[in-house]
């Protein structure tokens, strides 16, 4: 049996888990689910050079949130992880469906008709070229 608190135990066993790629995560960003993995699924596998002139140039509406979270990892894998960023390029990226709100369109005859307001949570995971 192992020696320790059951918390340093689940500590030392969660550090040899860790995920080391840098990354970041954009939470409740108010854009579906899909229309950000339409702008996602352009850019995954590119560098970041190319990713990031897509996203410049792409009209629809993720492509500003997402080019931004982009820039966050760039700089989170040159400050916190010492990578160049000519080596990077994006491993991973995915956007997954978040709280819905609810609100209510008045309609005709005393009707209301209920508008889903969609929220997302999207991730940018970023590794370097061997």
């Known amino acids: 049996m192992a020696k320790g608190?059951?918390?340093?135990?689940?500590?030392?066993?969660?550090e040899n888990q860790?995920?080391?790629r840098p990354s970041a995560k954009?939470?409740?960003a108010r854009c579906s689910a899909q229309k950000a993995g339409f702008v996602l699924d352009a850019i995954k596998g590119k560098d970041v050079e190319t990713a990031i002139?897509?996203?410049?140039y792409n009209p629809r509406y993720a492509s500003?949130?997402?080019l931004k979270?982009?820039?966050s990892a760039v700089a989170n894998a040159e400050n916190n992880n010492g990578l160049s960023?000519?080596?990077?390029y994006i491993e991973e990226c995915f956007a997954n469906q978040g709280p819905t709100m609810k609100r209510i369109r008045p309609r005709a005859q005393g009707r209301a008709y209920r508008i889903l307001k969609?929220?997302?949570?999207i991730t940018i995971i970023l590794n370097e070229k061997q």
């Open 69 to 71: 979270l982009l820039q």
């Open 85 to 88: 960023r000519e080596n990077l």
């Open 64 to 66: 500003g949130i997402i």
């Open 18 to 20: 860790r995920d080391t």
């Open 5 to 14: 608190h059951r918390s340093q135990i689940k500590r030392e066993r969660n």
């Open 53 to 56: 002139a897509i996203l410049t």
């Open 26 to 28: 954009l939470s409740y």
């Open 118 to 121: 969609r929220m997302s949570h």
